[in-house]
T-cell receptor, first 116, second 113 residues
Framework: DVKVTQSSRYLVKRTGEKVFLECVQDMDHENMFWYRQDPGLGLRLIYFSYDVKMKEKGDIPEGYSVSREKKERFSLILESASTNQTSMYLC???????????????FGNGTRLTVT | DAKTTQPNSMESNEEEPVHLPCNHSTISGTDYIHWYRQLPSQGPEYVIHGLTSNVNNRMASLAIAEDRKSSTLILHRATLRDAAVYYCILRDGPFGGYQKVTFGTGTKLQVIP
């Protein structure tokens, strides 16, 4: 089974701190994604990467950056954490399928970040 | 991006079939219809996907309208473990691997014992 591991289940940080959320997948997937989930707003895409060192903005990239130095690891960085970034963060990975086959996304169990 | 519309919530009695609708009136010819579900305190998990024909797997069935502007996820016998948020999304076939994957707010399914 594909395993997507997020480094922390719960995280508490102070306003202004630099925060790193780490995600590792063990199935050699090309694509990796970062989402945040808030009540009433569903899942919103922050950034995604379709290959090492490649990154694309999602729907809400402001205040975030990402790093993909190795295929298995995708990091989400909050340069200066703010209270409005308190949220559940979910990482996912998938194969970058060609043609007419869509490989499903595999999600981690999330990191609940609280910024005080 | 083509978007999907789902009801915010639905209820079902345990052991009865559940039909979860999804509208996607602006779907393009190469878009696949995918369904995911998210159980409490977990990340979403893949359920099923299809293009034009109805699809079945061990988890559910997917019925796609002839004009492809709507689809229905069918759980044949709802159990308490099926209580979750169900997401319907679209992904481009040829280029989906290089494109963002957008979820909405989904449908929260409550199963009544």
């Amino acid at each position: 089974d594909v395993k997507v591991t997020q480094s922390s289940r719960y995280l508490v940080k102070r306003t202004g701190e630099k925060v790193f959320l780490e995600c590792v997948q063990d199935m050699d997937h090309e694509n990796m994604f970062w989402y945040r989930q808030d009540p009433g707003l569903g899942l919103r895409l922050i950034y995604f990467s379709y290959d090492v060192k490649m990154k694309e903005k999602g729907d809400i990239p402001e205040g975030y950056s990402v790093s993909r130095e190795k295929k298995e690891r995708f990091s989400l960085i909050l340069e200066s954490a703010s209270t409005n970034q308190t949220s559940m963060y979910l990482c996912a990975s998938s194969l970058r399928s060609a043609g007419h086959t869509n490989s499903p996304l595999h999600f981690g169990n999330g990191t609940r970040l609280t910024v005080t | 991006d083509a978007k999907t519309t789902q009801p915010n919530s639905m209820e079902s009695n345990e052991e009865e079939p559940v039909h979860l609708p999804c509208n996607h009136s602006t779907i393009s010819g190469t878009d696949y219809i995918h369904w995911y579900r998210q159980l409490p305190s977990q990340g979403p998990e893949y359920v099923i996907h299809g293009l034009t024909s109805n699809v079945n797997n061990r988890m559910a069935s997917l019925a796609i309208a002839e004009d492809r502007k709507s689809s229905t996820l069918i759980l044949h016998r709802a159990t308490l473990r099926d209580a979750a948020v169900y997401y319907c999304i679209l992904r481009d076939g040829p280029f989906g691997g290089y494109q963002k994957v957008t979820f909405g707010t989904g449908t929260k399914l409550q199963v009544i014992p």
